[in-house]
């Protein structure tokens, strides 16, 4: 499985940005796409998923803000992060990712990209 991340960037407090995330291989379908997120001088963090039927996961911070969508195409998959009333606590390096379930460890990852909120 293959995953490219893109559309992050500078946004100020109450802006919305909207992140992308390409998924292809042989085996894609197979597997759960999750957002995680890394803040400056923290661990890794859960941030939302999806499957290939659309069933979604969000950790509470984020709930009401963040919408998980998946558009799925013969060969390849787009996942996007639809992220509203940023705050800067939400400044952070964003990965997508493909996992077996929500709980496991990813199987594979994507490069970060970087959503920084001013405040």
């Known amino acids: 499985v293959q995953l490219q991340a893109c559309g992050g960037g500078l946004v100020q407090a109450g802006g919305s940005l909207r992140l992308s995330c390409a998924a292809s291989?042989?085996?894609?379908?197979?597997?759960?796409i999750h957002w995680f997120r890394q803040a400056p001088g923290k661990g890794r963090e859960f941030v939302a998923d999806?499957?290939?039927?659309?069933?979604?996961?969000?950790i509470d911070s984020v709930k009401g803000r963040f919408t998980i969508s998946r558009d799925n195409a013969y060969g390849k998959s787009t996942v996007y992060l639809q992220m509203n009333s940023l705050e800067p606590e939400d400044t952070a390096v964003y990965y997508c990712?493909?996992?077996?379930?929500?709980?496991?460890?990813?199987?594979?990852w994507g490069q970060g990209t970087l959503v920084t909120v001013s405040s």
């Open positions: 990712a493909a996992g077996l379930t929500t709980q496991g460890t990813p199987n594979y």
């Open positions: 291989g042989r085996t894609f379908m197979s597997y759960r």
């Open positions: 999806i499957s290939w039927a659309g069933t979604t996961n969000y």
